[in-house]
């Protein structure tokens, strides 16, 4: 993706909800503009880098997450029900109030099992 194209995704993104984070992904060679708080129920983002956004409050029901790189993302208060959740990486990060199934985490790579940085203390597991 072009840098004009990513500028063009991003000054719609900002008019459109001002106060609202947003990042640029591309998957499988086209632009996919993820909000603070959107709804993205079933979007494949397998092997995406989302490093470091801010995905507080979005909907990512049914997603396909598989080999995404989580580190450093904000998914405060996220619902990730029956999300694929293998192979991501999370390392550092925001998770305070996500919803995941029960299981959910068992094929990520959390630090290498470990929940440094990661605030794990009000995950609803269900």
């Avoid at 983002?45 to 450093?72: F, P, Q, W």
């Avoid at 192979?87 to 068992?106: E, F, K, N, P, R």
Wanted: proline letters at 1%; hydrophobic letters at 40%; a negative charge.
């Amino acid at each position: 993706m072009k840098l004009s194209e990513k500028l063009g995704y991003i000054i719609s993104e900002a008019f459109s909800s001002p106060f609202k984070d947003s990042v640029v992904v591309e998957v499988k060679g086209e632009s996919v503009v993820l909000r603070e708080g959107g709804n993205y129920t079933g979007i494949n983002l397998e092997g995406v880098d989302l490093r470091g956004a801010n995905l507080d409050g979005t909907i990512l029901v049914n997603a396909n997450l598989k080999n995404s790189n989580l580190s450093r993302v904000n998914l405060r208060n996220a619902n990730l029900h029956g999300a694929n959740l293998d192979g991501v990486v999370i390392l550092g990060g925001d998770m305070t109030g996500i919803q995941l199934d029960s299981g959910a985490l068992d094929a990520a790579n959390v630090m290498d099992s470990s929940t440094i940085g990661i605030n794990l203390d009000e995950i609803e597991v269900k």
